[in-house]
C-alpha cells in the first residue's frame, strides 16, 4: 500500500483519484504518523451524490475543537496568492 503526506494528497488529488479508481488503497501521512486509510469505494453507483446525512452530518461545528494547522500546511497556505 503506497503512503502520502497530506501536502502530497492536497498537491496530487488528481492523480490519487485516477490511482482510487483503479483500487489503489492508500496510507495517509501527517507530521510523520499514519493517520488513515483512504480506500476506493465499489459500492455507490456512479452518478450517486453523498449528503450529509450519509455521513453522519460530520461538519466542523461538531469537533471539540478546531484541528490546528501544521507549520507545513501554514507555509503552503501562506504561500498562495490571492484569486484575480
Known amino acids: 500500500m503506497p503512503s502520502i ?6 498537491e496530487k488529488l488528481p492523480l ?3 490511482e ?4 489503489t ?6 507530521q510523520s504518523k499514519p493517520i488513515a486509510k ?6 455507490i453507483p456512479v ?3 453523498a449528503t450529509d446525512a450519509d455521513w ?7 469537533w471539540e475543537e478546531e484541528p490546528a494547522l501544521s507549520k507545513e ?12
Open 56 to 62: 453522519g452530518a460530520a461538519t466542523l461545528d461538531s
Open 38 to 43: 483512504l480506500t476506493p469505494v465499489d459500492d
Open 73 to 84: 500546511e501554514l507555509n503552503y497556505y501562506l504561500s498562495l496568492k490571492p484569486y484575480k
Open 16 to 18: 490519487v483519484r485516477s
Open 47 to 49: 452518478g450517486t451524490e
Open 5 to 10: 503526506s497530506v501536502k502530497e494528497l492536497r
Open 20 to 23: 482510487l479508481k483503479k483500487g
Open 25 to 30: 488503497t492508500f496510507l495517509i501521512i501527517y
